[in-house]
């Protein structure tokens, strides 16, 4: 990949470069969904799984997040709240299954 966007030659280095980031994203994004499906054997029952306490406080830190990126708060808060409650259905699925419940 190229050092940085500035160092870019054409297009095709810049998709590239793009492309590799999408990549890395994909693959942590991934990596996440694995630490959230651990995390349901220690949770006691569904409202635990939901956590809506801990899901509102994650949302302002990555508003903080996206401020210092210099990124739309907005747009990041959408995003992992779309990405989160995606998440905590299939970690109720999850839990549900390590529980016994349908």
Not at 11 to 33: C, M, P, S, T, Y
Request: charged share 30%; with cysteine; net charge neutral.
């Amino acid at each position: 990949m190229v050092g940085s966007p500035e160092s870019c030659k054409n297009i095709n280095e810049i998709r590239l470069a793009i492309d590799a980031i999408d990549l890395q994203v994909i693959q942590l994004i991934g990596k996440r969904f694995k630490y959230v499906k651990a995390a349901s054997k220690f949770k006691v029952n569904e409202e635990a799984v939901k956590a809506p306490e801990r899901f509102e406080n994650m949302l302002l830190q990555r508003r903080d997040w996206a401020v210092e990126e210099g990124l739309s708060p907005d747009i990041i808060e959408k995003l992992y709240r779309d990405l989160v409650n995606y998440f905590i259905s299939e970690e109720i699925k999850n839990w549900n299954i390590e529980n016994g419940n349908k």
